[in-house]
């Protein structure tokens, strides 16, 4: 008679057959151990490199898999970048090294943005181990640091200017064939802007930039200033990001610009100019704003004369008052012959003898700019006067503000103190 217990044989095959089926585990649930060491195997941080080695116990396995990705803060991965599997022989215990190196990331992550390896052993999730977030690794920052209106003598005149350009982060920079492009603006900062400013690029063949390392580069440029401009925007690697930085955002630097034609004629840029007077409640005026002025020659020399009518000042600009009063509006020099007061201190020495504008040591240029308030029509003003000093301590602006309602008196900043002005003839 045939055994009524003919299915225990059938049922313990298959449930053998189930545990031996491949991608499966036992039962007993694998528990990776085992060191893991990280490397970062790109200066720009668009790939990243991870390998070590994992081990089991616990369970039967047949392949391991290695995910990289970002963990998005549940223990699992928002996004994988890659995945290698490893197949190993069935056994209870084991090991198997793993290596991922240059796995392109899609977008550098931010720097708090953790990577995790994550561990499948026989394709079920048995671990993950976090890695240094991307932020750690170093990375180039390029900056301008100075732009100046003095380029080589056959680049035009008198727009061109040079560039510094610094490396503020810790890798080296490889600037090679990197831009640097200029535009006119308004505002400082403002880039770009509906009036470029000339550009280049550096040479191919350029060492990269150090760490706190500075580079000069000259810009030839023949297009003046619009009406309007006041300052002159430069951005280093503006074309579509080539140099990968710590910061996207600071690769902008300014300086004012005003027009003026060498040999004939200066031009004066006051940009938020502070000067306060020494009264018990200190009332501080800020100056904005252009002046040109004509002539530059050496008073005396040739042909050269300061008589009137041959000194010629014209600008504007805005204005604003605190302590004693607040107000804000605006001043315009007048036409001759109430531009500048009589006598004016008008003047352009070296060594302390007459000079022109351009060689002079010690500039002076004396204006009248009387104020309008907005709103209010209050008035004030009368004489500014600006005093550079290139190889002394007296720099200096002064105003003799003697008309009210707006207030009056003596009002400067401090000596060899001219922050905010720039003079250019």
């Known amino acids: 008679m045939r055994s009524t217990h003919w299915y225990r044989p059938l049922a313990a095959a298959m449930m053998a057959a189930v545990l031996l089926l491949p991608g499966t585990v036992s039962a007993a649930?694998?528990?990776?151990?085992?060191?893991?060491?990280?490397?970062?195997?790109?200066?720009?941080?668009?790939?990243?490199g991870v390998q070590g080695t994992v081990s089991w116990s616990g369970g039967r396995v047949d392949s391991v898999t290695v995910e990289l990705g970002e963990n998005n803060g549940?223990?699992?991965?928002?996004?994988?970048?890659?995945?290698?599997?490893?197949?190993?022989?069935?056994?209870?215990?084991?090991?198997?090294?793993?290596?991922?190196?240059?796995?392109?990331?899609?977008?550098?992550?931010?720097?708090?943005?953790?990577?995790?390896?994550?561990?499948?052993?026989?394709?079920?999730?048995?671990?993950?181990?976090?890695?240094?977030?991307?932020?750690?690794?170093?990375?180039p920052d390029l900056t301008v640091s100075a732009i100046a209106f003095t380029a080589p003598s056959n680049f035009p005149?008198?727009?061109?200017?040079?560039?510094?350009?610094?490396?503020?982060?810790?890798?080296?920079?490889?600037?090679?064939?990197?831009?640097?492009?200029?535009?006119?603006?308004?505002?400082?900062?403002?880039?770009?802007?509906?009036?470029?400013?000339?550009?280049?690029?550096?040479?191919?063949?350029?060492?990269?930039?150090?760490?706190?390392?500075?580079?000069?580069?000259?810009?030839?440029?023949?297009?003046?200033?619009?009406?309007?401009d006041l300052f002159l925007n430069v951005k280093v690697d503006n074309s579509g990001n080539f140099v990968v930085e710590s910061d996207e955002t600071n690769n902008v630097g300014?300086?004012?610009?005003?027009?003026?034609?060498?040999?004939?004629?200066?031009?004066?840029?006051?940009?938020?100019?502070?000067?306060t007077d020494s009264a018990g409640t200190p009332t501080t005026y800020t100056l904005s704003g252009r002046m040109t002025f004509t002539p530059t020659c050496a008073n005396g020399v040739g042909t050269c004369s300061y008589a009137y009518p041959n000194i010629v000042i014209t600008g504007s600009g805005t204005f604003s008052v605190s302590g004693s009063q607040t107000a804000s509006g605006t001043w315009t020099v007048p036409a001759q012959p109430n531009d500048r007061p009589n006598?004016?201190?008008?003047?352009?020495?070296?060594?302390?003898?007459?000079?022109?504008?351009?060689?002079?040591?010690?500039?002076?240029?004396?204006?009248?700019?009387p104020l309008v308030a907005s709103g209010t029509g209050d008035t004030g003003g009368q004489v500014l006067s600006i005093r550079q000093d290139t190889v002394g301590t007296t720099s200096r602006v002064r105003a003799d503000f003697s008309t009210g309602p707006l207030p009056t008196g003596t009002f400067q900043n401090p000596f060899n103190n001219l922050a905010g002005v720039t003079i250019r003839c």
């Open 29 to 48: 649930r694998p528990q990776p151990t085992g060191s893991i060491t990280h490397t970062i195997n790109s200066a720009a941080c668009a790939s990243y």
């Open 343 to 369: 006598p004016s201190p008008y003047q352009f020495t070296n060594g302390g003898a007459a000079s022109t504008c351009a060689l002079a040591d010690i500039r002076q240029i004396t204006a009248n700019i």
């Open 74 to 139: 549940f223990g699992s991965l928002s996004a994988v970048y890659d995945t290698r599997v490893r197949p190993v022989a069935t056994a209870r215990r084991g090991s198997v090294a793993y290596s991922f190196s240059g796995v392109a990331m899609p977008n550098t992550p931010p720097a708090n943005v953790a990577l995790v390896a994550k561990f499948l052993l026989g394709g079920n999730q048995v671990g993950t181990v976090a890695l240094t977030p991307l932020g750690s690794c170093t990375l």
């Open 157 to 228: 005149s008198p727009h061109s200017y040079t560039v510094t350009v610094r490396n503020d982060g810790a890798a080296p920079a490889n600037i090679s064939g990197v831009g640097v492009q200029g535009y006119y603006s308004t505002t400082t900062g403002a880039w770009p802007t509906n009036q470029p400013a000339c550009g280049t690029s550096f040479n191919t063949n350029l060492a990269p930039l150090a760490a706190g390392a500075t580079i000069n580069i000259a810009v030839g440029c023949s297009t003046a200033p619009g009406t309007g």
């Open 254 to 275: 300014s300086t004012p610009v005003c027009s003026f034609t060498a040999g004939t004629s200066g031009c004066i840029v006051l940009t938020n100019v502070a000067i």
